[in-house]
C-alpha cells in the first residue's frame, strides 16, 4: 500500500511532538556530577513559622527555668546515689552548671515540612567542609543573644588564627560580626577559628575551642540533625567531623530564618572593616559563583577539602517558589555549580508545570 510522503512526515513530527510532550511531563531528574545531593522546596519557611525573637527578659526567665531543673536533677542524682554502692558520675551536671547558654533548642522551633524535590545519598555521612561554618555562624549569633552581648565586639585575632589566612593579620581587631560576614563570603578558616575562641571561652579564656564544639553539637541536637558530628569550625578534615545532605539543608534553612545571617550569604561583595589598625580593610568577594549567575539566587555557602570534595549549599527564588539545593562531593571546582543549577532548574520546573 502507498503512502504518500508528506502524510509520513506528519506523522513523524506528531509522534515526535508527543514523546517531547511526554519527556516533559515525567520531568526526569536531571545528571548531576556529584555523589550526594538534596532538593528542597522551602517556600513555607517564609511564612509565620520564623524563628522567635527572644527579649532579654525572655531569655533571663529560660535561664531561671534552666537553673531550677538543673538543681532538681542534682538533688535527684544524690538522692539516688546516697545508700548504694554504684559510683555515680557527675561530669554531665558539672558541664551543665558551667553552661550559660539557655537551651539551644529556644532558638530552633520546628521547620515547616518541605517537599523533597530530589535526593541522592542524602543520608549518607561525609565530610561537610566549609559548609560546617553555616553551623559556627549560627553558633555564634544565638549564643551572642542568649548572652545579651552585641555582635559589634571585638574579637583580637591571634597568630595561630592568622596563619590559617591571607586575610587576617596577628594582632588585628576587628568586630564579631565582620569576621562572621568574612568567614561567609570568601570562607575564611581564621575567621572560624577566632569565632569559635570568642564563643567557645565565654570570657573565661579556658578551652575555647572546645567548648564551642560541644555547643554546636549541643546546636545539632536542638535540630534534630541525625548524621551530624562537629569537631571544628571550619571544616578542615578532622576524625569524626561529619554530616550529610539532609542534615546541611537543615542548617541552611535556620539561617536563611536569621535576620543577621541571611543578608551576608547573599552579599556578592562587602568591605570588611577592621576596629584596628584602621586602615585594614578586606574586599571580600563571593565565593559562590551562583550568586552572579543564576537569577534569584541569595546565597549561601561553598566548600572544599580533599576529602569531602567541592560542595555548594545554594537557595533561590522564582515566581514565588523558593528552593534549596545541597550538593556535596564534586571532583571538580564547576561540579558543585552545574550540579546545583540544574538542580534548581528541574525543581523550578516541577513547580511551574
Avoid at 19 to 33: D, F, K, R, V
Avoid at 100 to 119: H, R
Avoid at 143 to 154: G, H, K, M, W
Avoid at 223 to 236: E, I, Q, T, V
Wanted: aromatic content about 6%; overall charge positive; charged content about 25%.
Amino acid at each position: 500500500m502507498y503512502i504518500p510522503k508528506k502524510i509520513i512526515i506528519l506523522v513523524m513530527l506528531l509522534l515526535l511532538s508527543v514523546s517531547e510532550t511526554a519527556a516533559a511531563a515525567i520531568s526526569l531528574p536531571p545528571a548531576i556530577p556529584v555523589r550526594a545531593a538534596i532538593l528542597l522546596d522551602i517556600t513555607a519557611d517564609e511564612g509565620d513559622t520564623k524563628a522567635k525573637q527572644l527579649s532579654p527578659k525572655e531569655l533571663k526567665r529560660l535561664k531561671k527555668e534552666q537553673e531550677k531543673q538543673r538543681r532538681r536533677e542534682e538533688r535527684e542524682q544524690r538522692r539516688r546515689s546516697r545508700g548504694s554502692s554504684t559510683v555515680v558520675r557527675t561530669d554531665g551536671t558539672k558541664a551543665a552548671a558551667k553552661q550559660t547558654g539557655i537551651d539551644p533548642a529556644s532558638f530552633f522551633p520546628p521547620l515547616p515540612e518541605a517537599k523533597v524535590l530530589y535526593e541522592r545519598n542524602a543520608d549518607v555521612n561525609r565530610a561537610p567542609a566549609s559548609l560546617t561554618k553555616m553551623m559556627t555562624a549560627l553558633v555564634a549569633v544565638k549564643e551572642s543573644s542568649c548572652r545579651n552581648l552585641p555582635l559589634t565586639r571585638s574579637i583580637n585575632i591571634r597568630w595561630d588564627e592568622a596563619e590559617e589566612t591571607s586575610y587576617l593579620v596577628r594582632g588585628e581587631i576587628i568586630p564579631l560580626y565582620e569576621a562572621i560576614a568574612q568567614m561567609l563570603i570568601i570562607s575564611d578558616n581564621g575567621a572560624a577559628y577566632a569565632i569559635a575562641r570568642q564563643i567557645g571561652s565565654d570570657g573565661s579564656g579556658k578551652d575555647a575551642q572546645g567548648g564551642f564544639y560541644r555547643r554546636m553539637n549541643e546546636y545539632a541536637g536542638a535540630m534534630k540533625l541525625n548524621g551530624s558530628y562537629f569537631a571544628d569550625a571550619s571544616g578542615l578534615p578532622t576524625p569524626g567531623h561529619v554530616s550529610t545532605a539532609r542534615d546541611m539543608a537543615t542548617i541552611a534553612r535556620y539561617l536563611l530564618k536569621d535576620k543577621d545571617l541571611k543578608p551576608i550569604v547573599g552579599m556578592k561583595t562587602r568591605n570588611i572593616t577592621c576596629i584596628y589598625p584602621k586602615r585594614h580593610r578586606v574586599f571580600a568577594e563571593n565565593t559562590n559563583d551562583l550568586v552572579y549567575d543564576y537569577p534569584g539566587c541569595y546565597g549561601i555557602k561553598t566548600g572544599y577539602t580533599n576529602a569531602a570534595g567541592f560542595c555548594l549549599a545554594a537557595a533561590a527564588e522564582r515566581d514565588g517558589h523558593r528552593l534549596l539545593t545541597v550538593v556535596l562531593g564534586g571532583d571538580e571546582p564547576e561540579d558543585r555549580f552545574t550540579a546545583a543549577a540544574r538542580l534548581l532548574d528541574y525543581g523550578f520546573g516541577l513547580l511551574k508545570g
